[in-house]
């Protein structure tokens, strides 16, 4: 079995910003720079069959290039059970398009719909037990956050397995968007 994602890669330069706002939430696990993503589709637990199938299916997308930029900062959960904070990911037609895409190619690899409604972030910490106060004073500070635009020419298929740091990633293909 292997767990598997498809995301785009934030660009160093971007996440240099990122990683100056990750402070203010005692106890936080903040994710390194090179774990920065925005996942396009959450492929879960698969057998190397069905992930051979994926690949095929990532391999047909075709899709132009776009450029995409971070905006606003929030959280998931609620309350005691505030669970990570983000970077918000600016509307994008484009970006809406390719994650339809993926969605489509891991339909065709035989995985179950995607429920969840998609939303588009860079998760910048995980929390458990996180004070509400600091969680909410965090985003207050974060909020106006706004990147410069960055291009994504192309995306990729991670793997996703656990450490005592947490979550850690390796790109295992990569697939590039038209110019």
Known sequence: MIRLFTAI???PEIGQGLVSRQHGIEGARWRPIEAFHITLRFVGDVQEPVADDLDEALMEIDAPAFDLALTRAGHFGEGADIHAVWAGVEDSAPLRRLQKANESAARAAGLKPETRVY?????????KRAAVPEVGAWI???????SPPF????????SSWQ?????AYRLEREYLLDA
């Open 9 to 11: 890669a934030i660009p």
């Open 119 to 127: 939303t588009p972030h860079v998760t910048l910490a995980y929390l």
């Open 140 to 146: 207050q500070a974060n909020n106006l956050l706004r």
């Open 151 to 158: 291009r994504v020419d192309r995306f990729g298929l991670y």
């Open 163 to 167: 450490t005592s740091e947490g979550s």
